[in-house]
């Protein structure tokens, strides 16, 4: 098992943004975490890459305990996390951006080989690769957000809304390169507003309503699941 949360709570000062969630992660998993937006699903995945800080509870990544350990000692370990909003560093080249995902690695060598993989993946990033962060369109920033994390080499990558705000064929790009990525035998955990995407990709999922999992099951059965057709799925 990558990832065993057991029993995590998280307070924003008073309020309760997570109650006693558990859940977990096998090695070359996807599993994803669908409900409406204030549920707990990004409030899961920052707990995981230590930007926020839980109030009971145990995480255990790979087998260690990192609930006690700080965002980059977490990322040492072997999580990268893609926030929400495609967050690039605006005055940088792209090739910056993407340099600065390996800040904590040392082996120069394999750097650049993950920065031709990087380039497989995306290939628009290649050909603007001196262009800065900030004259990139939304899917263009989405890819460079995305490999700045597959830079660091991860065990697992944390995906929270890849597809917010992209157009269709940009989704389904983001969408396969998800898969691609997965058969490479990286692990990872998917936050998506689009769940019928999300429940394609994924192998198991985690439902969320008011802070705390719901409902979880393997993806076929999720599908199939009347509630989650009416809420999350359109009725089909």
């Known amino acids: 098992m990558l990832i065993d949360i057991k029993n995590a ?18 090695n070359g998993e996807i599993i994803t975490l669908i409900g409406s937006n204030g549920a707990g699903k990004s409030t899961l995945l920052r707990s995981l890459s230590g930007l926020v800080k839980i109030s009971s509870g145990e995480i255990w990544f790979d087998n260690k305990r990192i609930d006690k350990l700080p965002p980059e000692r977490i990322a040492a370990a072997g999580i ?35 920065l031709e993989k990087v380039y497989e993946h995306f ?10 962060g900030n004259s990139l369109s939304g899917g263009e920033k989405q890819m460079l957000a995305i490999g700045r994390a597959l830079m660091a080499k991860p065990k697992l990558l944390l995906m929270d809304e890849p597809s917010l705000g992209l157009a269709p064929i940009v989704v389904q790009e983001i969408g396969e390169v998800i898969k691609s990525l997965n058969k ?10 689009n769940a019928r995407m999300a429940l394609k990709l994924a192998q198991r999922g985690y439902v969320f309503e008011k802070g705390k999992i719901v ?21 089909a």
């Open 9 to 26: 709570v998280v307070h924003y000062d008073k309020v309760i943004a997570l109650k006693e969630a558990s859940l977990n992660l096998n």
């Open 184 to 193: 490479e035998g990286v692990s990872i955990i998917l936050v998506e507003q």
């Open 80 to 114: 990268a996390h893609v926030p929400e909003g495609s967050h690039v560093f605006p005055d940088m080249t792209v090739l910056e951006n993407l340099y600065m995902g390996a800040y904590l690695r040392k082996d120069n060598k394999e750097i650049k080989n993950t």
């Open 123 to 132: 290939p628009r990033l290649r050909e603007r690769k001196k262009q800065s």
């Open 215 to 235: 409902l979880e099951g393997n993806t076929s059965e999720l599908i199939s699941n009347k509630l989650i057709k009416e809420i999350y799925l359109g009725g």
